[in-house]
């Protein structure tokens, strides 16, 4: 068979909690739209840049959902060869083709009571996508030989780098499949748009790498973690994470600095200021990393970070607010 399955899904769901941090307003925006999405048992589809999560949403949505104690089953579109996408999907009788030497359970069979997640689904062939849109018009395959169609007990949830509204208008994407498809939506918005969330994930990272590899956890600069938000990650979360995993794996320093490797900006020259101007920044640089340290050591809890800070909740929640940080929230 074709090398279309993802990671194992247990494996990967002990992740989801780690990865799927933030605080930023438009990452707490997702997390509550993947929490609605996960009620309803019905297709959805996620777009976003590559090393987002889209897997890691759809990991949240499945065992945040009804279909919880189901299989996950993951199926990278990109490695399912044209000539086998029926059987890949299917599944095949013995003897079904040349060599078909043993009856198959097809993806769709294996993902009975969870989730099929078609990861990649831009990249399929206009013959895989009329294979897949007869399947997902009334959820009836048959095996590539067999005789009788079965009905599938599957929610399918696809995950795209590209827009397939676009891809679609221009023809490169089957457009009654994009409406199959596109029930539920998601977008998840790039570490670049996530500010502050670079540092809480970093802190993430290190922590889970650190248990995973028996390493004293090092220190980590506050001065250096805001400097994360400075680079635009091309490759997202995934080269963050790739990030902390490198330098903690080839740096014994008891202080673990990040951005050494990053080609940021240079720091802005530091020419005379007013004494109001001056004072300004240094009270909103005080006040956004005050808050943002509390909220981290609150996890996130709004409530929590007042009570430690002694301010009323209604004081503190402004000055969340005001700096674009908000409660930060996990699925898994």
Known sequence: MADVLGESPRASVDHVGSQLLGASASFQQTLQAI???????ASVLIEGETGTGKELAAHAIHYSGARCSGPFIAV???????????SELYGHE???????????EGLVTQATGGTLFLDEIETLTPKA??????FLQDRRYRAVGGRS???ADVRVIAA???SLAELSRVGSFRQDLFYRLNVLFLQIPPLRERRGDAALLAQGFVRRFCQQYQLAEPRLNREMLRRLDEYDWPGNVRELENLVLRELLMSDAAELDLTRTLALPAAAPRGPRGFREAKARAVADFERRYVGDLLTR???????AARLSGKDRSAFGKLVRKYGLGRSSTFG
């Open 35 to 41: 929490a609605r999405v996960a009620r309803f048992d």
């Open 160 to 162: 795209s780098n590209a």
């Open 76 to 86: 990278n579109c990109g490695a399912l060869p044209e000539s086998l996408v029926e």
């Open 129 to 134: 996508q009329a294979v897949l849109l007869r």
């Open 94 to 104: 013995r003897g079904a083709f040349t060599d078909a030497k043993a009856a198959y």
């Open 149 to 151: 169609f079965r009905v």
């Open 298 to 304: 609150a996890r996130g809890s709004i409530t929590e």
